[in-house]
């Protein structure tokens, strides 16, 4: 008879997944075609993983300029048969979309278009860009959500909660303080998560990329007003 100390503890309970992860993903099908013709990403295969989740909305979706998305604009369904993607951003660099399993509302996740698996991995260029559009993201998820709290939150490593091994930040709005403790409790995993209804998350995602085009064409009109200031001074 095994004693009390042959005993094996009881398993540390998983975090729960941020989607698309390793179990919504499915390796063994097929990567979408859906707007992602030949030379749709810059994304080459050396700065990709084949079955990393991210890496096939990022081979999925090319780069627009954030002051014109495309129009039409691709479908939530462009990352069929694999989970859908409601797209916020996609630049040369980078690519943004909602969590289609939200802590709150406007739960979105940023990412470097080419993969890297923890912040250490990310390059110069990337850093930078990532740092701008934070800022932009928040800014552009606080007004679509009209919720004026939010915590930016990056994972690096199995131990501290990473599941995909795609670098990448949550932008993450905090409701009332009445939510608190529930939105606390479900964002380490103690708390149920639901799926992102699918015409909540269309609508949504096209209010915060509206929002996201206002704020980087100001940016944009304000940088070239300094510019034409600096060069009046000369």
């Known amino acids: 008879m095994a004693s009390s100390t042959d005993k094996k503890p009881p398993a540390t309970p998983a975090p729960r997944c941020i ?7 499915d390796h063994s099908l097929p990567a979408s075609k859906t707007g992602a013709g030949a030379g749709a990403s810059n994304t080459s295969s050396s ?37 859908q993607t409601f797209l916020i951003l996609s630049t040369p660099l980078l690519i943004a ?21 923890k912040l250490t991995d990310v390059l110069p260029d990337e850093a930078a860009e990532l740092g701008r559009y934070l800022r932009i993201l928040s800014e552009a998820v606080t007004r679509a959500t009209g919720i004026k709290d939010w915590n930016v939150v990056q994972n690096n490593g199995a131990a501290a909660a990473q599941v995909v091994e795609h670098m990448h930040f949550h932008i993450v709005p905090r409701p009332g303080l009445r939510e608190a403790e529930r939105f606390t409790s479900t964002m380490f995993g103690r708390g149920k998560r639901e799926d992102l209804d699918e015409d909540e998350g269309e609508e949504l995602a096209r209010k915060v990329r509206g929002i996201v085009r206002e704020v980087v064409r100001k940016e944009e009109e304000e940088e070239k007003e300094r510019g034409l200031r600096q060069r009046a001074k000369l």
């Open 19 to 25: 989607v698309p992860d390793a179990n919504t993903f």
């Open 47 to 83: 700065d990709s993983q084949p079955n990393c989740p991210f890496c096939h909305i990022s081979a999925t979706f090319p780069p627009y300029p954030p002051t014109s998305p495309p129009s039409p604009f691709p479908p939530s369904t462009s990352t069929s048969p694999q989970p």
């Open 97 to 117: 979309f909602l969590d289609i399993m939200p802590l709150s509302p406007g739960h979105l996740l940023l990412c470097p278009r080419r993969h890297a698996a």
